[in-house]
């Protein structure tokens, strides 16, 4: 079983920026895919931005150019940079890992005013 624990959520004004990061322990397979959804209320939960093993990553339309995923195999740890946020970008940020994204975290709150 793994456990993922995201942390770095906060408040943030427009254009600001904030780093969330996501620890993973217990039973970690490096092959996992690794990525960061977001729930805004009263929507759906959506993929923000995935990274494979080999390092390859993919975006939502809506933060490319604005994001940055990354994860630190030694560390087992997942980051989301985020840059120039905007109002819209306030959700639940929740961090997921495994084959079929089998794993999720508790998510963090980030709110952009």
């Known amino acids: 079983h793994v456990q993922l624990v995201e942390s770095g959520g906060g408040s943030v004004q427009a254009g600001g920026s904030l780093r969330l990061s996501c620890v993973a322990s217990?039973?970690?397979?490096?092959?996992?895919?690794m990525g960061w959804f977001r729930q805004a209320s009263g929507k759906e939960r959506e993929r923000v931005a995935v990274?494979?093993?080999?390092?390859?990553?993919t975006y939502a339309p809506s933060v490319k150019g604005r994001f940055t995923i990354s994860r630190d195999n030694a560390k087992n740890t997942l980051y989301l940079q985020m840059n120039s946020l905007k109002p819209e970008d306030t959700a639940v940020y929740y961090c997921?890992?495994?084959?079929?994204?089998?794993?999720w975290g508790q998510g963090t709150q980030v709110t952009v005013s």
């Open positions: 997921t890992a495994g084959f079929n994204w089998d794993y």
């Open positions: 990274t494979s093993t080999i390092g390859t990553t």
């Open positions: 217990g039973y970690t397979d490096r092959r996992y895919c």
